[in-house]
């Protein structure tokens, strides 16, 4: 079983990912806003941080260019619901998430993508 972390200010997806995370028998913690995240992640052994990029506070961007800068085998996924505008994607990428996903998402292909970094 593998504690995940989900970071994202949208309570209803929080509550969706939970769900899914848990029925796969994952441990889940929550955050509502990045620096809550980061507070979690250094409490807490974390596995896998699943990361919404546009949020209030410490956005996503930032929470994530901060974990991959302190903790070197952070794993982040990053996703966003900014629709057709990748720049968010892509800066990810370059802060260290080691994937990307557009809101809305197919959860199994989310869950494929979980399973394959926690695999690595």
């Known amino acids: 079983m593998a504690t995940i972390l989900i970071i994202d200010d949208e309570e209803?997806?929080?509550?969706?990912?939970k769900e899914v995370l848990e029925r796969a028998n994952h441990r889940v913690l929550e955050a509502c806003d990045?620096?809550?995240g980061l507070t979690l992640y250094?409490?807490?052994?974390?596995?896998?941080?699943?990361?919404?990029?546009?949020?209030?506070g410490t956005d996503g961007l930032e929470a994530t260019?901060?974990?991959?800068?302190?903790?070197?085998?952070?794993?982040?996924?990053?996703m966003t619901g900014a629709q057709g505008d990748k720049n968010f994607l892509d800066v990810a990428k370059l802060f260290g998430a080691r994937r990307v996903f557009e809101?809305?998402?197919?959860?199994?292909?989310?869950?494929q993508a979980v399973n394959e970094e926690l695999s690595k």
């Open 103 to 111: 809101k809305p998402f197919d959860l199994n292909k989310l869950l």
């Open 34 to 36: 990045g620096r809550e």
């Open 12 to 17: 209803s997806i929080r509550n969706l990912l």
């Open 65 to 78: 260019l901060q974990l991959t800068r302190e903790y070197i085998d952070a794993k982040v996924i990053a």
């Open 42 to 56: 250094q409490q807490n052994k974390v596995d896998l941080v699943l990361m919404d990029i546009l949020m209030p």
